[in-house]
């Protein structure tokens, strides 16, 4: 069973959301907060799977309410609402350790659908969507001179190439075709890339490789 915290400002957001994800076999809300001091003080508290987190919120805005539990509980995934899609918060977000967001406005399936994606470890962006939001806030202030990374020394050659890919937005399946691998060896590259990183899922691998200038903006395909 998944438990879930909702955080959410306003009230009939909060119950629409409970009555979707109660409506699920294999989720249970657990909590409810209307701002994020709240949604910090409850995830402390009953340490859910999942938060589903609204950004702006008062008191504590979801950004640093996200920073704040993905510090303090590294087992509970932060999946962001957002009402804008794109919008100028998105990257801030992922950089707190966001796993990935979704509209308010998405329809049920595709909401449970997203928890479920979470609650299993993997990062609710497709690649389409993960190079447009890196490259898009990346392009807004000059790029990071390379950084050395005693990190990215314990990646192999192979292990290199499918970080490459993966910073440029390309998934699984893509990253096969390029490589002339299976899928299964992709996904065991991919997991020990996150390993050896200590990352969380693909998204922050992302941004990793554009912060250490490994993948610079605009870099093509």
Do not use: W
């Amino acid at each position: 069973m998944t438990s879930i915290l909702i955080a959410d400002d306003q009230a009939l957001v909060r119950v629409g959301l409970r009555k979707i994800l109660e409506a699920e076999p294999e989720t249970s809300v657990i909590g409810e907060a209307g701002d994020g001091e709240e949604a910090v003080s409850a995830a402390r508290r009953l340490e859910p799977d999942v938060v589903l987190m609204d950004i702006r919120m008062p008191v504590l805005d979801g950004i640093e309410a996200t920073r704040r539990i993905v510090r303090e509980l590294p087992g509970t995934r932060v999946l962001i609402l957002t009402t804008f899609g794109l919008d100028n918060y998105a990257y801030d977000a992922l950089r707190a350790g966001a796993s990935g967001f979704m509209l308010k406005d998405a329809p049920p399936e595709e909401i449970a659908a997203a928890v479920r994606i979470v609650a299993n470890g993997e990062a609710l962006l497709a690649p389409s969507i993960t190079r447009a939001v890196i490259e898009e806030f990346a392009r807004q202030s000059p790029a990071p001179p390379p950084i050395a990374s005693h990190a990215l020394e314990q990646l192999t050659p192979r292990e290199r190439e499918v970080l490459d890919l993966l910073a440029r937005g390309m998934s699984n399946p893509e990253i096969c075709e390029r490589l002339v691998i299976s899928e299964a060896t992709a996904k065991t590259h991919v997991a020990r890339i996150l390993q050896k990183l200590d990352l969380r899922d693909r998204v922050q691998a992302v941004i990793y490789a554009y912060e250490t200038g490994l993948i610079a903006p605009g870099a093509s395909r």
